[in-house]
């Protein structure tokens, strides 16, 4: 028989079950979980049997086809047809010059599949069982040759056995086993993948406010590729720590499963808003496979590639060139997502956040953190390596929390800066120290930049003046101030104590989240932009509006200076970050502000009094003596300069109360897929833990009647009250 006559056979046969005399046949259907062979019509088929013979075809309009005249035994089928079609994301994939895909036909169209279960489970019935002689669950890695780039086997309640394909020998290599003589239907698995939801618009939105500071605590994580050792000596690399950067990306979310862990010693439970997308659009891990790239394999040996060293840098093990800077990135089509590690280690990053000797930046005038910067530069070249290799466009998301959040925004300028490229970038951080002098700033002024500070945090207020000096100048009690708080509790705080001025600016768009505390305990929380120093660098105004009895309260100055739990990702921002976007949420959806009526008048009244004790400090200073005054000329401009602050901060408030949430300002870009968003939101409020009634998540009720005159603490708002700031400056 010639193949024409075979394939004419193949095409008759696929409509009407046929069994020549003395001959085995076999007929199967790819369907997908509701039962479906549509999605597969027309895709080409291999098949070998258990001589070695060969037979080729189609599928027809159901997903169906018939293989017959093989030998005696099962017969393997593969669909192994490269993708010839047009979509520019699968075209780009096969041709990239490092890592191209070998993209099928299949996987497309399983892309283009969904889960009938929405945690993305394997089905236990199918329409499609009713008329199968034989029903199996297979995924796209079961049917093609190449693997690697795929996602990792998940649990199935029909597969097919092994014993089938070792009974043909090398025949039974590739592809699935077929019984003769029975129809099989093949469940083919959805090929979709879950990746947190980002919005790629520079605007600040609180979506990405959360999302990105999961992603900066996951940057605390190990890879946790196995085998872990340099060159790899394996074929294949998994990723089975949990929690892990590889884990994440190269595992768990490639097989959709919905993960909240991103730091080993959580406990509760803060999921991410994931988008369920095409397994191609997920956020890469890339494959790992000696014998279709050449960089994998073990000849290369110190040059070797694998995905621990293309997505992760940690360079502890450089010996004396190390400055112990980790970070994870990872992309798809549409943005490249790097978040930077903060302080971990107590003595090598205790001593690089000390290290606040200040160099030249990028050949300009402008003078930063030598620490930070020396980390930044091993940062920067690691990126640059990753963005020669996959860069295409997409935009840049960055960010780092702590020491990461200073070495971020470094290598944010620095990308930004980077000659013959011009990067669509945006950056958060949290509770990010000082990393230049006012001239950085300033011409960092165009870096898209969102800050972010905690309460009472005060590693924001570092460096100090004390700082600019070089490491060893001060001993190690010093360099470990904001590691090991009481043994440089002087020093810390002589930094954080901002009145006249120092080497140091911040960059970047403040936001300050900060509880409020009302009568018998009530509470809520504001996210805001406040401008006074008396708020952002010594967490004053939560001490001074705090009150107990008429007079404020003052905890232990230690916890007054550090409280460690504000500084912390997985007890501190991240439960912060949550709660302020279920506040906006809701307040978006009862066309309110973000922040109330109640709140307003509770901080504008507190600044007042604050502003009042200013004005009796600066009167007092001349009534002392002149020669006193002539030394105080520096706090007495920089306490003017403080009144004017608080007058602008109020000012913002205002506009805030009168600002409703706006839908961009929760979701950004998301906005334009209203459908999908919709749908993922919702299924994410169905978590049990976005359900508790937290009063940091929610708005403060107003008290009935007497609301303008109602007591905090035993204080009437607005009456006059004392308030010992000389403890505070």
């Known amino acids: 028989m010639t193949s024409l006559d075979r394939e004419l056979e193949l095409r008759l046969s696929s409509r009407v079950l046929a069994c020549p005399l003395q001959s085995k046949w076999s007929t199967f259907q790819l369907v997908n979980e509701f039962g479906s062979g549509e999605p597969y019509a027309g895709l080409a088929f291999t098949a070998t ?155 600040f939105c609180a979506l990405n406010l959360y999302q990105l500071a999961l992603m900066a605590t996951l940057s605390y994580c190990p890879f946790g590729q196995q085998p872990d050792g340099h060159p790899v000596k394996t074929t294949t690399v998994t990723f089975p720590i949990q929690p892990s950067v590889g884990n994440w990306f190269g595992d768990a979310l490639a097989k959709s499963d919905e993960l909240w862990r991103v730091d080993a010693a959580q406990k509760q439970a803060f999921y991410p808003l994931y988008e369920d997308v095409p397994y191609s659009k997920r956020l890469e891990i890339v ?11 073990l000849k290369q040996d110190g040059d070797q590639e694998h995905p621990a060293k293309i997505h992760f840098l940690d360079d502890r093990t450089l010996g004396s060139d190390a400055t112990d800077t980790q970070a994870f990135i990872t992309h798809n089509d549409e943005l490249i997502l790097i978040a930077v590690r903060g302080t971990y280690e107590l ?146 705080f002589a930094g ?19 509880p409020v505390e009302f009568e018998r305990g009530k509470k809520s929380a504001i996210l805001w932009e406040p401008g006074c120093d008396t708020i952002t660098q010594h967490a004053a105004c939560s001490l001074a509006i705090q009150q107990k009895n008429g007079l404020p309260h003052r905890p232990p100055l230690l916890a007054q200076i550090f409280q460690a739990g504000n500084h912390l990702m997985a007890g501190g921002y991240v439960p912060a970050c949550w709660a ?27 600044l007042a009094r604050i502003t009042t004790q200013l004005r009796e400090i ?3 200073i001349p009534a002392r003596s002149e020669a006193y005054a002539r030394t105080q000329e520096n706090n007495i401009r920089a306490l003017g300069l403080e009144k004017s602050r608080i007058a602008i901060t109020v000012d913002r408030l205002k506009r805030v109360r009168e600002e409703r949430v706006t839908a961009h300002a929760l979701y950004g870009s998301l ?24 009063p940091f998540a929610m708005a403060p ?23 010992d700031i000389d403890s505070i400056c």
């Open 618 to 620: 600066e009167r007092g």
């Open 49 to 203: 049997d258990s001589e070695g013979i060969k037979y080729s075809g189609h599928l027809d309009i159901t997903g169906t086809a018939t293989i017959t005249n093989h030998s005696a035994g099962p017969v393997a089928v593969l669909l192994n047809q490269p993708y010839e079609g047009s979509e520019k994301n699968y075209v780009f994939l096969q041709e990239r010059p490092h890592y191209p895909l070998k993209i099928t036909e299949l996987q497309v169209r399983a892309e283009q599949t969904r889960y009938l279960n929405q945690n993305s489970t394997r089905t236990r019935t199918n329409p499609a069982q009713a008329c199968a002689d034989e029903f199996l669950q297979v995924e796209v890695r079961h049917l093609v040759k190449y693997v690697s780039h795929l996602p990792p086997e998940v649990y199935r309640h029909y597969p097919h056995s092994p014993n089938r394909a070792r009974t043909m020998g090398e025949h039974g290599k590739l592809g699935v086993a077929l019984m003769p003589l029975k129809h099989t239907v093949l469940e083919v698995r959805p090929l979709r993948a879950l990746r947190p939801m980002l919005s790629t618009d520079p605007e």
């Open 496 to 514: 954080i104590t901002n009145w006249t001025g120092e080497p140091y600016d911040h960059h970047g768009s403040l936001r300050h989240f900060m």
């Open 347 to 492: 003595l090598a990053d205790g001593l690089r956040d000390a290290d606040a000797f200040q160099v030249p930046f990028e050949d300009t005038d402008s003078k930063v953190h030598r620490g930070f910067y020396e980390s930044a530069q091993t940062a920067y070249e690691f990126v640059v390596k990753y963005l020669e290799k996959f860069y295409a466009g997409q935009k840049l998301i960055i960010c780092g929390h702590s020491l990461g959040g200073a070495v971020a925004v470094l290598l944010s300028e620095m990308l930004r800066r980077r000659p013959g490229f011009d990067y669509t970038l945006q950056l958060y951080t949290y509770g990010a120290p000082r990393a230049g002098d006012a001239k950085f700033v300033e011409g960092a002024k165009d870096l898209v930049h969102h800050r972010i500070v905690n309460h009472n945090d005060p590693v924001p207020s570092v460096p100090g003046t004390w700082m600019d000096t070089k490491a060893d100048v001060f001993g190690t009690g010093l360099a470990l101030t904001f590691v090991n708080v009481p043994l440089g509790l002087s020093v810390f």
């Open 287 to 297: 494959p790992f496979d000696p014998g279709l790239y050449e960089v994998n394999k």
């Open 580 to 606: 302020v976007l279920l506040r906006w949420r809701q307040a978006h959806e009862d066309k309110r502000s973000r922040v109330t009526d109640l709140e307003f008048n509770w901080v504008a009244n507190s």
């Open 671 to 694: 906005l334009e897929q209203p459908e999908q968003l919709k749908a993922n939101v919702a299924r994410w409020l169905a978590h049990p833990e976005n359900k508790v009634k937290d």
């Open 701 to 723: 009720e107003d008290p009935e009647g007497d609301a303008l005159t109602a007591s905090i603490y035993g204080h009437t708002i607005g009456a006059p009250h004392t308030l």
